[in-house]
């Protein structure tokens, strides 16, 4: 199924219309709904006026790796949203393994697509080596934290499968979603950071 970058800008808006924080407010973890929230609404926000802007590069990175960022907090249980018109059947972000984004970037922004879609080949990779799982093994976090690793992982091998058939766009959007998928989950405590901090949100 094919997908434009202004479609999953569109569909991450719905999304965020649809969705509430789920803990009680005095709590911790209402706060990191709350975090999480926030950043989601920043990068739809940062998306959409790179968009307007002719950035369609970082707006198609920030869709993606908002979207990241939505989708852990939805995972976690720390998000909650109703039945989007558009997905009914889903509550998370388009499947990138079933969609496929449509190579249309303009000839005058490649270089851009080319270095920033590199560069984050470059930091998933390195990310995902700097982190280990934080919670116990017989926690059920543990079991949790472990399929992140595993989809962050997923969507850095099937980002590096597109980028060497050169299909840029869509390995832009599987790093910057893993990206943002694992960032949300370092926030959240899944995660303990154990070098390059500076690749993380926190």
Known sequence: MRLTSDEYGRIFKE????????????????????????????????????VSGGDLVNGHASYAYGFGWLDLGIKAGLIGIECVPSAPESAFSPDLTVFEFEEDMPAELFDKLFEK??????MLTAALSSVKT????????????????????DYLDSGREHLAAERYVN???HFSYGYGLLDGAVRCGHFIITGNRDLFTV
Do not use: W
């Open 15 to 50: 999304h965020l219309n649809n969705c509430s924080i789920l803990p009680c407010p005095d709590s911790p973890y209402y706060r990191l709904a709350d975090e999480i929230m926030t950043m989601a609404v920043s990068y739809v926000n940062d998306g959409g006026s790179f």
């Open 117 to 122: 879609t590199n560069r984050y080949q470059r």
């Open 134 to 153: 934080a919670p116990d093994i017989e926690s059920p976090l543990h079991k949790f934290a472990e399929s992140i690793a595993e989809i962050t992982g």
């Open 171 to 173: 390995a832009l959007a």
